[in-house]
């Protein structure tokens, strides 16, 4: 017996609904709380009367009370021996509250993965806190505290001149910028930030090392991050365009390193092509069955 024309409808109505299937993005979201990484001195203070501890909560609800006001803030607590000085610095592209909402993270953060240390720093995607007692030991602004390069490699040539270009421009704008620049050049994405408190000929030096560091480790890496004391760099390649940025896609984009920025893009495709071929498979089966019992008559 032929297929019937209801039976032909149904089938069509189903590969229409299935072409028309969409693919729903699973992506992990990112946020300025996430954390980058974190620095803890190794000596622990002695605190048998709770004066530090008690020093360092007075820091703590001073940093934190001043993030819903600035961008950048430092200042220091207790008095002789038990002085803590402290600063926190949000990312340039955001507001107060999301300013306020990352540091109001950090002090909890700090206790928890340093615990009672002399000196310690928790770097956030959005923002970043430090302190240090009197007395510690002091580094150099263009020490090494973090980087990290992605995983991929940008195949062909080309790649790292464009990205070199843009290295310049960010080197040139983040000192008529005053201490923070983003620029976009060929499907390159960079952002650049100095410690508030650093004039603007020491933070272009500072983001020339930076710069120099991740043209040497990161080499042809689709995205890397150096994060030096007194400044950071970032960089992103796009192959399909540079995406329209906002305060928190920013970050988003200037925090993620090798393929992240593609997983949540791979993700749903693998999954939404799993959904569909399930699908498909209902819709065949579906159909067998009722030619089936169509024959069957």
């Known amino acids: 017996m032929g297929f019937s024309s209801k039976h032909f409808s149904l089938f ?14 699973l992506a992990k979201s990112v946020s300025n709380t996430d954390l980058v990484y974190k620095g ?14 008690q020093t360092l909560s007075a820091l703590f609800s001073s940093l934190v009370s001043q993030s819903s006001k600035a961008r950048f803030f430092n200042t220091t607590s207790g008095t002789g021996q038990s002085t803590i000085s402290g600063l926190f610095q949000c990312r340039g592209d955001l507001n107060n509250a ?12 700090a206790n928890s993965l340093c ?3 002399v000196a310690a720093r928790v770097q956030l995607l959005g923002c970043y806190l430090l302190y240090e007692v009197s007395g510690f030991a002091q580094i150099s602004g263009y020490d090494l505290l973090y980087k990290t390069c992605g995983s991929t490699n940008v195949a062909g040539v080309g ?4 990205r070199d270009t843009a290295f310049t421009v960010l080197e040139n704008g983040v000192v008529s910028g005053h201490g923070f620049y983003t620029t976009s050049y060929q499907d390159v994405y960079m952002l650049a930030q100095c410690e508030g408190d650093l004039g603007d000929s020491d933070c272009g030096e500072c983001v020339k ?4 560091r991740a043209q040497v480790e990161c ?6 991050q150096v994060y030096l004391h007194k400044c950071f760099i970032s960089y992103n390649y796009y192959p399909n365009g540079v995406p329209r940025r906002s305060s928190s896609s920013s970050s988003s984009s200037s925090s993620s390193s090798g393929t992240g920025g593609n997983t949540g893009k791979t993700v749903a495709i693998i999954l939404g092509g799993a959904a569909g071929v399930g699908f498909l498979v ?7 069955n009722l030619m089936k019992k169509h024959e069957d008559f």
């Open 12 to 25: 069509l109505y189903s590969l229409i609904f299935l072409t028309n299937l969409e693919l729903i993005p």
């Open 40 to 53: 803890c001195a190794k000596q622990a203070f002695s605190d048998p009367n709770g004066v530090y501890s």
């Open 98 to 109: 999301e300013c306020y909402n990352c540091v109001n993270k950090l002090p909890q953060m």
């Open 115 to 117: 615990g009672k240390t």
């Open 159 to 162: 790649f790292q001149e464009r």
């Open 209 to 212: 090392s930076s710069v120099q």
């Open 219 to 224: 080499g042809s890496s689709i995205s890397g």
């Open 282 to 288: 209902i819709c065949l089966l579906f159909t067998r």
